[in-house]
């Protein structure tokens, strides 16, 4: 129950191209869902984050969608760059614990 | 300096050295975190300090064993280590203990033979 289920493994986008990353989960105390962003080499770093009671939220080229009900939620990154090339990890957390449950993570290769 | 350092980077040791990785935070925080990450698995907790005093211990072997003199560092001393122990260890540190927003450090890359 406190695990966080993560797809695909990994993602092959073209430049411009929506980048779409899925993850569930099934604890349904958790209360704060954040994506991190982590290049080769360095830590990850909180990329966007969401909290159940909105079911979007967008900064910039990149979205979160959530789907209370069904336990889901997405990360979209639109006009995909080779830039964004890196893993990205999506996590849940209950705020009242201390421990912050990451998904598997995705490698994402975006090519000109 | 500036967010959370590791060193070392890189370190290789054989299973009957004794080793300590140090992580550093200049962000004033108060919590700081050791998480292993294997490949392929995802990113797990091992330990959390809070106001110097370790808070959380998630069944991690006693062949590791941290140490936090102070708010702004943190040391994770390993030894006897197994293979199976080589991993990325990050540290990471946040506002406060339950403050959502964690800062990760870039690893200290652990190989052991």
């Known amino acids: 129950q406190q695990q966080v289920k993560q797809s695909p493994q990994s993602l092959i986008v073209q430049k411009g191209g929506i980048s779409i990353i899925n993850c569930a989960y099934e604890?349904?105390?958790?209360?704060?869902f954040p994506w991190y962003q982590q290049f080769p080499g360095k830590g990850p770093a909180l990329l966007i984050a969401?909290?159940?009671?909105?079911s979007e939220k967008k900064e910039g080229r990149f979205t979160i969608s959530f789907n209370k009900s069904a336990k889901q939620f997405s990360l979209h990154i639109m006009d995909s760059q080779p830039g964004d090339s890196a893993t990205y990890f999506c996590a849940a957390r209950e705020t009242s614990y201390d421990k912050v449950i990451f998904g598997p993570g995705t490698s994402l290769s975006v090519i000109p | 300096e500036t967010g959370v350092t590791q060193t070392p980077r890189h370190l290789v040791m054989g299973m009957t050295n004794k080793k300590s990785l140090k992580c550093e935070q200049h962000?004033?925080?108060?919590?700081m975190y050791w998480y292993k990450q294997s490949a392929k698995k995802p990113l797990e907790l091992m330990f959390v300090y809070s106001l110097e005093e370790r808070v959380e211990n998630n069944s991690v072997p006693s062949r590791f064993s941290p140490e936090c003199p102070n708010s702004s560092h943190l040391f994770l001393h390993l030894h006897t280590l197994q293979p199976e122990d080589s991993a990325l260890y990050l540290c990471?540190?946040?506002?406060?203990?339950?403050?959502?927003?964690?800062?990760f450090g870039p690893g200290t890359r652990l190989t052991v033979l």
């Open positions: 990471a540190s946040s506002q406060e203990r339950y403050f959502n927003e964690q800062f």
């Open positions: 969401i909290r159940p009671d909105v």
């Open positions: 604890n349904t105390a958790f209360d704060y």
């Open positions: 962000l004033g925080h108060n919590a």
